[in-house]
């Protein structure tokens, strides 16, 4: 597994990504604690039982599937930088 940090992912992400590809796994760190990991995505499908696993690693939530709206309904007539300005108006 190779390890580099925040700042070594920033100014080398395309070279990590080809490694990546190449089936090697990316350890990002932050002042040397771990923080993210890359993997190669493909083949995610043929997992069965990933997503679950995820789910109790802890390392995935999976959303409830609703949106929710908060405040009154815009009204839809006019222009969006109106309805913009209006919520900038009234604090929203």
């Known amino acids: 597994m190779k390890t580099a940090s925040i700042s070594e992912t920033k100014n080398n992400l395309s070279a990590l990504i080809d490694e990546v590809k190449g089936g090697e796994v990316v350890l ?3 002042r040397g604690k771990p923080v993210a990991q ?5 083949g995610l499908e ?4 990933r997503v679950e696993r ?3 690693e802890g390392v ?3 959303g409830s599937g609703k949106a ?14 109106e309805a913009l300005l209006h919520e900038r108006e009234r604090g929203r």
């Open 54 to 56: 995820l789910e109790r």
């Open 28 to 30: 990002i760190t932050d």
């Open 38 to 42: 890359i993997v190669a995505a493909c």
């Open 60 to 62: 995935l939530r999976r």
């Open 68 to 81: 929710v709206l908060k405040g009154p309904p815009l009204n839809v007539r006019g222009s969006v930088l």
């Open 46 to 49: 043929a997992s069965p039982g």
